[in-house]
Nanobody, 118 residues
Framework: QVQLVESGGGLVQPGGSLRLSCAASGSSRSLSNMGWYRQALGKERDLVAIISSRGNTNYADSVKGRFTISMDNGKNTVTLQMNNLEPEDTAVYYC????????????WGQGTQVTVSS
């Protein structure tokens, strides 16, 4: 059974930094891509950043230049480095993973809270 475990959320002041990590386990297949999504209170879940197994990345316009996504294929982990955080970044952040030829996916983590406030 595939599991995604996230870590690294918390409370930070505006302008601060946080680093989120997500580790996927339980699949014998290779990763296709991993990504981060976020859902603010009362809003829909939106893409933050995504990275393919080849290293291709895509970011939401609102985080470009501030957030960096990276992936370790060998460890099935994805990391989101978040710098210059703004109050508008406050949300629950979810990790998502797709494995090659696995139609049961995508798989989601349980979510981690990020709060940006002074």
């Amino acid at each position: 059974q595939v599991q995604l475990v996230e870590s690294g959320g918390g409370l930070v002041q505006p302008g601060g930094s946080l680093r989120l990590s997500c580790a996927a386990s339980g699949s014998s297949r290779s990763l296709s891509n991993m990504g981060w999504y976020r859902q603010a209170l009362g809003k829909e879940r939106d893409l933050v950043a995504i990275i393919s197994s080849r290293g291709n990345t895509n970011y939401a316009d609102s985080v470009k230049g501030r957030f960096t996504i990276s992936m370790d294929n060998g460890k099935n982990t994805v990391t989101l480095q978040m710098n210059n955080l703004e109050p508008e970044d406050t949300a629950v952040y979810y990790c998502k993973a797709n494995f090659l030829f696995d139609i049961r996916g995508p798989y989601w983590g349980q979510g981690t809270q990020v709060t940006v406030s002074s």
